[in-house]
Structure formats: structure tokens, C-alpha cells
């Protein structure tokens, strides 16, 4: 069982960065892959990073903005958001994953933490 528990949302405006955390419990957080899914109003979870258990290989939805890294010593995981625009608000989750990869789809994705708001104003 992993608890993830995230922070660092807030509002701010665009052109502004972000640094989401991502907090894990459990001793066992190298095991996991972790992403990072946007969920904006009315739409579905969409991905926006994730990261193998090393932290050696990282995925993206999109380039250049957005930087997904990991501490495995101190079991967070993290999302930094650069450049931030208004199509960026959204409620944004962690996710831990047994799997190695297939790491794009939420569906592959054991456990999520509760959210973190972001919204960025124009």
C-alpha cells in the first residue's frame, strides 16, 4: 500500500513556474513508477509525465515546459511547470505504478494521491 500525498499548486499567472511535490509513505517508493495526469474541468485525466523507478528515463505528453524528477532517498516525486499558461489549469495527481512501462495510460496506475489545484490566470 503507497500513500501519495501532493503539494504546490496554488494560483498564478501565466508565464509563471511551479514546483508540485509529491509526497509517498511506505519504504518501498523505488519500486514504483510515477507519472504526474492533469484532470481540467469537463474533460478526462490526461497524462502529462512520468518517471522509471531510477528516475533514469522520463516520459512526457508534451516537451520543454514541464520536468518530471524523483528523490528516491526521500520518497517524493516531482513536477516542475514552467512557462505556465491558462490551458495548464487543472487538477493536477500522482500516480505509483508495479509497471515499467505502458507509464502514459492511467489505467496502469495502482495508486493516486488526492490532487493539487493549479490555476493559471491570463
Known amino acids: 500500500q503507497v500513500q501519495l500525498i501532493e503539494s504546490g499548486g496554488g494560483l498564478v499567472q501565466a508565464g509563471d513556474s511551479l514546483r508540485l511535490s509529491c509526497a509517498a509513505s511506505?519504504?518501498?517508493?523505488?519500486?514504483?513508477?510515477m507519472g504526474w495526469f492533469r484532470q481540467a474541468p469537463g474533460k478526462e485525466r490526461a497524462f502529462v509525465a512520468a518517471s522509471s523507478m531510477s528516475g533514469g528515463v522520463t516520459y512526457y505528453a508534451d516537451s520543454g515546459r514541464f520536468t518530471i524528477s524523483r528523490d528516491n532517498a526521500k520518497n517524493t516525486v516531482y513536477l516542475q511547470m514552467n512557462n505556465l499558461k491558462p490551458e495548464d489549469t487543472a487538477v493536477y495527481y500522482c500516480?505509483?505504478?508495479?509497471?515499467?512501462?505502458?507509464?502514459?495510460?492511467?489505467?496502469?496506475?495502482?495508486?493516486w494521491g488526492q490532487g493539487t489545484q493549479v490555476t493559471v490566470s491570463s
Open positions: 500516480a505509483a505504478s508495479t509497471r515499467r512501462t505502458m507509464l502514459t495510460a492511467a489505467v496502469n496506475y495502482d495508486y
Open positions: 511506505g519504504r518501498t517508493f523505488s519500486s514504483y513508477s
